[in-house]
């Protein structure tokens, strides 16, 4: 009886914290389900930082000069450094990274739909970096303000980048655009492509979301994921006009009342079976991340092994 009075004005105490704005840190209280509901958001965005640089990566070797394969190999390793900033953030609440991965390979957990779809022209680099990376953005300034302090400074440093990486998928687009007719033709083919998957990116609508409440409560999330869709495609529909590229959405007009752009509905049965894991490259996404793991094992044993040898006290001189 005790304890459960103790547990009820644990939580009561910390929802105020949370409803007074305060973040939480690694030692402080927390409910279980405050824990891992965490770990499941921020270990499916660090799987998403992690899985993301497969389709990117396939263009280093093939990109057309070579200040743009500079630009794309930085970007890459920049979202291999978001993967370490979130898996670090996770294991502030006592999970490992051994534990995340193994979640990530028996698909126990998820990582963001979009990667599940093949990049196939250069023009797919530019749409992966323009919208990609601007859906994260939105989502994402967001989550600089989310209550754990951990999470919240990674975003931080994240969201920089994150912007570098907008900009140079849309200079892509732009410099396409201002090309040949076969350029601009490549360049409106990848947006048609990844148009729609970028706005699943936000997950299903309000309504439909199994942790929406809760974690908006928790102030995990900040904003929902139908505000967040809308404020991406209010941008992103003047960045294409801008330059000359047409939306693929015959929905799609400026509704002056709202203020806001109306769009089409998301193919949701599209949605379900790529987050199911039966999208066009998630059977390959995830061998391919099985492989990479199994491989570096020496990496991480030798790791291990200079750790262990630095913390071992040096023996005395007789
Ligand atoms: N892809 C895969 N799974 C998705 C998804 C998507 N686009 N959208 C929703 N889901 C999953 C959820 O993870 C949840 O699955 P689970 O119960 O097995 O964990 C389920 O669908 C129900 O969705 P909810 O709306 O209830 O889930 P959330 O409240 O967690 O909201 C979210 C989904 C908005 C994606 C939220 O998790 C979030 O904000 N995550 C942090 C941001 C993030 O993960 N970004 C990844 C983007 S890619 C990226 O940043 C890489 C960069 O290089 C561009």
Not at 142 to 157: D, E, I
Not at 187 to 212: K, T, V, Y
Not at 241 to 266: C, K, M, Q, S
């Amino acid at each position: 009886m005790r304890d459960s009075i103790a547990m009820v004005s644990n939580e009561q105490n910390f929802q105020s914290r949370i409803d007074a704005e305060e973040k939480v840190e690694p030692k402080d209280w927390m409910p279980e389900k405050y824990r891992q509901n965490l770990i499941r958001q921020i270990s499916q965005h660090a799987h998403s930082e992690v899985i993301g640089e497969q389709p990117e990566g396939k263009w280093i070797t093939r990109a057309p000069t070579l200040e743009r394969k500079a630009i794309l190999m930085a970007k890459v390793q920049d979202e291999a450094g978001h993967g370490l900033y979130l898996y670090a953030s996770a294991e502030t609440l006592g999970v490992t990274r051994d534990e995340l991965i193994d979640r990530l390979h028996t698909g126990a957990s998820k990582y963001a739909s979009i990667f599940n779809y093949p990049s196939l022209t250069w023009a797919d680099i530019g749409a992966i970096g323009w919208l990609v990376d601007s859906a994260a953005i939105v989502n994402q300034v967001s989550l600089q303000n989310t209550s754990y302090g951990p999470y919240a400074r990674a975003m931080v440093r994240i969201c920089k980048e994150e912007s570098f990486h907008q900009r140079q998928g849309y200079n892509i687009m732009m410099t396409l655009m201002q090309g040949a007719e076969l350029q601009q033709d490549m360049a409106q083919d990848a947006l048609n492509r990844w148009w729609w998957p970028s706005l699943m990116m936000f997950g299903p609508h309000d309504a439909e979301s199994a942790h929406s409440a809760q974690s908006m409560k928790w102030k995990i999330k900040r904003r929902s994921n139908d505000e967040l869709r809308q404020q991406f495609v209010d941008q992103a529909v003047q960045q294409a006009e801008a330059i000359g590229l047409t939306v693929p959405d015959p929905d799609l007009h400026w509704n002056e009342a709202r203020g806001h752009y109306d769009f089409g509905e998301i193919d949701w049965r599209e949605f379900q079976r790529v987050v199911s894991g039966n999208g066009p490259c998630n059977r390959q996404r995830l061998a391919h991340h099985v492989d990479a793991h199994k491989e570096g094992a020496w990496v991480r044993e030798a790791m291990a092994a200079f750790d262990a040898k630095q913390r071992t006290p040096p023996a005395e001189v007789a």
